[in-house]
T-cell receptor
């Protein structure tokens, strides 16, 4: 069975500081990996995805993530936080070639202070 | 091009009642998945529909059922509502290429 662990239910940074949100996964087959963002009272918006190929993935709004198979990690980073980045972030995993069932982590709330 | 739409936005029901939630997928998408997101939790997979058949199901009781219509839209039905069914219900659609799901804004269900 697949699973995702997101370390830290809350992460606080100052505006302009580095953002690092951690995600570790467990999968018995090669995974697809995703990061989604959720703003209050809204659905999920895809930030980026890893399927195959290049392990450093760039997404929207300046976010990127690196797939590290040896560490079973897919951490999300952004060099400089903006106030508008404050939201809930979810890491998710699905099977390669499967039926796209996404297994989500419990989420990390990013707080950005001025 | 409209994205994934869901209706209603909010819904209040009492225990024991039945509810139907609706989802229209993004244009060109033929697969619809439903997720339940309890407060403070990540979304959990309920089931997925493709070609009007339930293709995969998560760990949810039979009180949760669904349907997909020929135009690919979908319904989620929940019978005998429990307080614990209160959650945000998210619909996601995807094309044949199995690497991306687009989520709707969700339906907030409150069971009193």
């Amino acid at each position: 069975a697949q699973s995702v662990t997101q370390l830290g239910s809350h992460v606080s940074v100052s505006e302009g500081a580095l953002v690092l949100l951690r995600c570790n996964y467990s999968s018995s087959v090669p995974p697809y990996l995703f990061w989604y963002v959720q703003y209050p009272n809204q659905g999920l918006q895809l930030l980026l995805k890893y399927t195959t190929g290049a392990t450093l993935v760039k997404g929207i709004n300046g976010f990127e993530a690196e797939f590290k198979k040896s560490e079973t990690s897919f951490h999300l980073t952004k060099p400089s936080a903006h106030m508008s980045d404050a939201a809930e972030y979810f890491c998710a995993v699905s099977d390669q070639g499967g039926f796209q069932k996404l297994v989500f982590g419990t989420g990390t709330r990013l707080l950005v202070s001025p | 091009d409209a994205g994934v739409t869901q209706s209603p936005t909010h819904l209040i029901k009492t225990r024991g009642q039945q509810v139907t939630l609706r989802c229209s997928p993004k244009s060109g998408h033929d697969t619809v998945s439903w997720y339940q997101q309890a407060l403070g939790q990540g979304p959990q997979f309920i089931f997925q529909y493709y070609e009007e058949e339930e293709r995969q199901r998560g760990n949810f009781p039979d009180r949760f059922s669904g349907h997909q219509f020929p135009n690919y839209s979908s319904e989620l039905n929940v019978n005998a509502l429990l307080l614990g069914d209160s959650a945000l219900y998210l619909c996601a659609s995807s094309p044949q290429a199995p690497d991306l799901q687009y989520f709707g804004p969700g339906t907030r269900l409150t069971v009193l």
